[in-house]
């Protein structure tokens, strides 16, 4: 994965500071390494693809926040067919690429609460009501 470690691992990645991106002068998030992580062909089985409209739409997305928004869009197919682990990756790719998508925390926070991870939902729902 992205930085050495794996995205999809039990543990949650990082969610970077909702102003950790604003006053960044580098270049955008590299899309091809970011997909990588959570990759949404690699994700889901065959016998429930994800519709090419919206892969296409991952793969070309000029800018972040853009990408960020295709990236929930994944997490809410997933989440509503119960492929919680694939949502959750999502998600996080979501957050990653923005970190003010306060309806993917919030997101997040249910996944982790399901999953039983009560402290990392708890600040999960502290982050996206401070947005």
């Given at each position: 994965g992205v930085g050495g470690g794996s995205c999809c691992s039990n543990v949650p990645p990082p969610i970077p500071e909702a102003?950790?991106?604003s006053g960044r002068?580098?270049?955008a998030?590299?899309?091809v390494q970011i997909a990588f992580c959570a990759d949404?062909?690699?994700l889901t089985p065959p016998q429930s693809p994800l519709p090419p409209e919206l892969i296409q739409a991952v793969e070309q997305a000029t800018?972040?926040?853009q990408a960020s928004r295709n990236w929930a869009r994944i997490g809410q197919l997933h989440q509503r067919r119960k492929r919680f682990a694939e949502a959750r990756a999502a998600y996080y790719t979501a957050v990653k690429l923005d970190p003010t998508q306060h309806?993917?925390?919030a997101n997040l926070a249910q996944l982790e609460s399901h999953a039983g991870n009560i402290l990392a939902a708890l600040d999960l729902l502290e982050r996206a009501l401070a947005l």
């Open positions: 102003g950790a991106a002068s580098s270049p998030p590299d899309f949404p062909v690699a800018d972040p926040r309806g993917c925390i």
